[in-house]
């Protein structure tokens, strides 16, 4: 049939889907260019030596690339005159254990609301379901004056109980590692596993808590990145709490940092190589792993 | 009989199944639960309490019950009524150089507790003027007042911006076109990128003399629009806040709904497209009745966020200028943290978190009404 047709609607077939496909991408790179400017102009401008290169080169597309004068200076003056090295331990350190906290208390907990049965577990179930409503940010005030009142073990001089928590690691850590939306994650995940998993290791011996770390978390792979990742996001982008919780320079994470770094009248070079620097880890690590990145928060939206 | 005994013996091992899982349920889940208790469940009971005291951070004085004072504080509301002032000389109404009327300042009533106690304590919040009366709305925290509506404004105008540009971009993404996943990963980074790290890279692309911004708009007006102060103006300071929260969030949008989309079957379309249905067709009645549990996730999600805006805040425009971009909870961090008022700060989370929960109950009652029409 196809063979029949004259070559000349063919050709003016070809051109008009051509045509579609061309204008299909102009409202894209529209769209495109207004989703990335302001990171390509903080990364561009970060290697940009001085205020007035950047001002000058802002009425160009050169506001978005590094060419002119380009240097690594900005990003070495951040590393030497600012306490960026110790605010990046800090951050890194604070997440690396909130992170590996939440999963493992989280996960257990979910494992013993889903697939136990035992007296009180609906009504546990039932409140943690409850709390999912409590906006963080309410409970602030009150968590601020009960972790300055809390007991502190402290090693400085032989053991002694100081009071507070305030300007300490664990301040930011402790209180946010127990995570209702973590659970029910957890929870949605491991219900969907087949109970009879559970009973065939049950028959061969196995305790509840071998079970779970044999057999539910190998195949719970999916579930523990997903909130894995929103762990690493909330509390490396964590902002508010320390801001109110830490007072020496030396406990700061990087956001904070970034806040008094801005407020010390440098040069814009200097402030977006600082945002640059703390950008780029998360975004390569979304890149990564963006299929799970994706399809964890895409799963989460659905269910929800 | 056979079946009785079996079902009995088999309860009898369901019981003693639950116990030993009682044992492993609560040594498994202790740790979170407890940890809920103490740094979630308890504040948030304890911030109830401190709403009806005088709680403060750091106090030689014991904490006392003050009833609800801090609430009058918070939410008390006067209305002033104002008659222009009469030139006592000519008995006609005074007017300034303006041809204004001049109406007695409201401090002299505010001020005056001893012949007007109804409005000690209060302060002009706004006035509107009925013929000749003008009449001044007083509140005990014109600030909070100013951060309520800052809020609902924030929140009325990101909600349809946000889910549009974000089903905007998801029907982008998903024609099948070549790059298709680039794009996706493009517009998603804003999401991924800290607040705090956006809105300062925001602050500058916002300056006015030296900002990306106002150089690309002279350019896309030919130069017609002056210079903006986005972040000076107190006209201009939330819209500004607001372009910038949805560039950011408008990629999580996306996903969202590109998931949805995905959950349309196809044989939909086709049977549409048989019908002889067009593309804007297709659109009305096969993807926006699809995309209806996502909409409406959409839409808590954005509330409660928006609810919640601090940061672009803190890092922008400190509330200011002129208290146009202060919100709940800004207020809120200025008085517990800054003024070390936990009782007072305490009364705004409790005011915050009953619009948050209001804002639920709504929004569910919506929905299930939408479902059974």
Redesign the interface.
């Known amino acids: 049939m196809t063979a029949l047709q004259p070559t000349v609607s063919r050709t003016s077939n070809e051109t008009r889907k051509i045509l579609m496909?061309v204008l299909?991408?102009i409202?894209?790179l529209l769209?495109?260019f207004?989703?990335?400017?302001?990171?390509l102009?903080?990364i561009a401008s970060s290697f940009k030596g001085s205020?007035q290169q950047?001002?000058a080169d802002?009425?160009t597309v050169r506001?978005f690339l590094p060419v002119g004068d380009v240097s690594l200076d900005n990003f070495r003056f951040v590393f030497e005159n600012s306490n960026f090295p110790r605010y990046l331990l800090n951050s890194v350190i604070i997440s690396a254990i909130t992170i590996l906290l939440t999963i493992i208390?989280?996960s257990?907990?979910a494992?013993?609301?889903s697939r136990?049965?035992?007296?009180?577990?609906r009504l546990?179930l039932a409140?943690?379901i409850a709390?999912l409503?409590?906006?963080?940010?309410?409970?602030?005030?009150?968590?601020?004056?009960?972790v300055?009142n809390l007991p502190s073990i402290s090693f400085a001089d032989g053991l002694s109980i100081t009071k507070g928590w305030l300007d300490s690691y664990h301040v930011l850590i402790?209180?946010?590692?127990?995570s209702?939306f973590s659970?029910f994650l957890f929870y949605q995940f491991f219900l969907e596993i087949p109970k009879d998993l559970d009973e065939a290791a049950m028959v061969d011996g196995a305790?509840?808590?071998q079970i779970?770390y044999k057999i539910i978390v190998p195949i719970s792979g999916p579930v523990f990145a997903t909130v894995a990742i929103l762990t690493f996001?909330g509390s490396?982008?964590t902002?508010?709490w320390p801001?109110?919780t830490i007072q020496s320079d030396e406990l700061r994470p990087v956001?904070v940092g970034?806040?008094f770094f801005?407020q010390q009248n440098v040069q814009?070079g200097q402030?977006?190589a600082y945002?640059t620097l703390?950008?780029i880890p998360?975004?390569v690590f979304?890149?990564i792993f963006?299929n799970a990145?994706?399809k964890s928060?895409?799963?989460t939206?659905?269910k929800? | 009989m056979a079946t009785a005994q079996l079902a009995k013996s088999t309860t009898a091992t369901m019981e003693k199944?639950?116990?030993?899982?009682?044992v492993?349920?609560?040594?498994?889940?202790s740790?979170?639960?407890?940890?809920?208790l103490?740094?979630?469940?308890?504040?948030?009971f304890?911030?109830f309490w401190?709403s009806f005291t005088n709680?403060r951070?750091?106090s030689a004085n014991p904490t006392e019950f003050v009833g609800a004072r801090n609430y009058l504080r918070l939410i008390r509301l006067g209305i002033l009524p104002l008659e222009p002032v009469v030139d006592e000389s000519t008995g006609q109404l005074q007017r300034d150089e303006d041809g204004e009327l001049v109406y007695p300042r409201s401090r002299e009533f505010t001020r005056d507790e001893e012949n007007y106690p109804q409005y000690a304590g209060l302060t002009e919040w706004f006035t509107l003027d009925q013929g000749t009366t003008r009449y001044v709305i007083l509140a005990a925290d014109p600030i909070f007042m100013r951060s309520l509506v800052n809020n609902f404004f924030f929140v009325i105008v990101v909600i349809p911006l946000q889910t549009g540009i974000g089903l905007?971009?998801a029907l982008?993404?998903t024609?099948k076109?070549r790059g298709e996943n680039f794009?996706?990963?493009?517009?998603?980074?804003?999401v991924?990128?800290?607040?705090?790290?956006?809105a300062?890279?925001?602050r500058?692309?916002y300056d006015v003399n030296?900002g990306?911004v106002n150089?690309m708009v002279r350019?896309g007006s030919f130069g017609l629009i002056q210079p903006v102060n986005w972040l000076g103006d107190p006209s201009v300071a939330m819209w500004s806040i607001i372009i910038m929260s949805v560039?950011q969030g408008?990629?999580?949008q996306m996903?969202?709904f590109?998931?949805?989309l995905q959950?349309i079957p196809e044989e939909r379309y086709e049977a549409a497209g048989i019908d002889g249905a067009n593309a804007w067709q297709k659109f009305i009645y096969i993807t926006i009745p699809g995309l209806r549990?996502?909409m409406v996730?959409n839409f808590i999600?954005i509330t409660?966020a928006a609810?919640?805006l601090?940061?672009q805040v803190?890092?922008m425009t400190n509330g200011g200028p002129d208290n146009a971009t202060s919100t709940v909870?800004f207020h809120?961090?200025k008085n517990?943290?800054r003024e070390q008022d936990?009782s007072y700060?305490?009364t705004i989370?409790?005011v915050?978190?009953l619009i948050?929960?209001f804002i639920?109950y709504l929004q569910r009652r919506v929905t299930k009404t939408g479902e059974t029409v």
């Open positions: 496909t299909k991408y409202p894209l769209l495109l207004f989703f990335t400017f302001p990171l102009f903080m205020n950047i001002f802002l009425r506001a208390i989280n257990m907990a494992y013993a609301l136990l049965k035992w007296p009180g577990q546990i409140i943690i709390t409503i409590i906006p963080g940010q309410a409970t602030l005030m009150p968590l601020l004056l009960l300055a402790i209180p946010f590692v127990a209702a659970i305790t509840r808590f779970f996001i490396w982008n902002f508010l801001i109110m956001m970034l806040q801005f814009w402030v977006m945002a703390i950008t998360v975004l979304f890149f963006q990145f994706v928060i895409a799963t939206g659905i929800g | 199944q639950e116990k030993s899982d009682l492993s349920g609560l040594s498994m889940g740790p979170a639960f407890l940890l809920l103490i740094f979630l469940i308890g504040p948030f304890a911030g401190f709680q951070l750091i905007l971009l982008v993404v024609q076109l794009f996706r990963t493009m517009f998603f980074a804003p991924v990128t800290s607040m705090v790290v956006v300062t890279v925001w500058y692309l030296n990306l150089e350019a560039w408008a990629g999580f996903m969202l590109v998931a949805g959950q549990n996502v996730f999600i409660i609810f919640q601090f940061d803190l890092v909870v809120m961090f517990g943290f936990i700060a305490s989370a409790v915050f978190f948050i929960l639920n």
